[in-house]
């Protein structure tokens, strides 16, 4: 497929309606292996030179603003095809925004959290993502239009654990 109709199909793929039917089809029209039952959100970006090096298992949910991307190299340094095959099993879901980088397998009935870097393997049946979300420092200067980013860092005071003293500058 020439590379000016696979640029325009993955286009019209990352807004197209049909999660379940124009989307996947898509993609699949630009070689992207997709099994049965998949869901494709919206603004999914799918890699656009390698689309040949993904491929995605039976009954798998993409969420909104995800990357699939199977290749990293930059104009004309590419190693043979320069692609790295990136294979979602079956029963997978992906949550919104995440970025699931090349080489990776993600085995079935997996969970990716929302927003998670997908950079290594990820075993069958597992739920995958970062530690979840804490608070990291007291704000006792707003970062607003009123006072300086440098004002803002210098004034945070880091939040410390449970036994553990807490410095005031």
Known sequence: MSGWLQRFLRRLAYAAPGGFSLRPMLHKW????????VWISQYVYID?????AVSIGDNVSIGLGTS????????????????????????????????????????AGAVIQAGSVVSRDVPP?????????????????????????????????????????????
Request: hydrophobic letters at 35%; charged letters at 25%; one cysteine or more.
């Open 30 to 37: 630009r070689g992207v292996k997709i099994g049965k039952r």
């Open 48 to 52: 656009e030179i390698h689309p040949k």
């Open 68 to 107: 699939i991307i199977a290749h990293m190299y930059w104009g004309k340094a590419r190693l043979r095809d320069g692609a790295s095959p990136v294979t979602i099993k079956s029963d997978v879901f992906i949550g919104p925004h995440c970025v699931v980088l090349p080489g990776v397998c993600i085995g």
């Open 125 to 169: 049946h597992v739920l995958f993502g970062h530690p979840p979300a804490q608070p990291l420092a007291e704000v006792t200067t707003p970062l607003t239009v009123d006072h300086s980013y440098i004002e803002f860092v210098r004034n945070l005071r880091p939040i410390r654990k449970k036994g553990v003293p807490h410095e005031r500058r």
